[in-house]
Nanobody, 115 residues
Framework: QVQLVQSGGGLVQAGGSLRLSCAASRSTFSFDAMGWYRQAPGQQRELVALVTSGSNTNYADSVKGRFTISRDSARNTVYLQMNMLKPEDTAVYYC?????????WGQGTQVTISS
């Protein structure tokens, strides 16, 4: 049973920074990809950032240059460093891991950016 445990998030003013963490119950390299999605109220869940097992990364256009996805293989953890935050970044953020046809999800964490 794969577990993804998220931490981080919270309330910060616009222009500030936050870091989200996602600790996996097995090596991050054992997944085809890991990443972060977010869902704002009344909106669909959208991809924010992704890192593949080959360490290729992909970002939503709206976060390019502001967000960075990384991982610590020793801790089986993936991070999302979020800088220059904007009110429109407010959402519940979900960690995800893909292994073949199976997608695993973290529990979600609220990120709120005040203007």
């Amino acid at each position: 049973q794969v577990q993804l445990v998220q931490s981080g998030g919270g309330l910060v003013q616009a222009g500030g920074s936050l870091r989200l963490s996602c600790a996996a119950s097995r090596s991050t390299f054992s997944f085809d990809a890991m990443g972060w999605y977010r869902q704002a109220p009344g909106q669909q869940r959208e991809l924010v950032a992704l890192v593949t097992s080959g360490s290729n990364t992909n970002y939503a256009d709206s976060v390019k240059g502001r967000f960075t996805i990384s991982r610590d293989s020793a801790r089986n953890t993936v991070y999302l460093q979020m800088n220059m935050l904007k009110p429109e970044d407010t959402a519940v953020y979900y960690c995800t891991a893909v292994s073949g046809a199976i997608t695993y999800w973290g529990q979600g964490t609220q990120v709120t950016i005040s203007s």
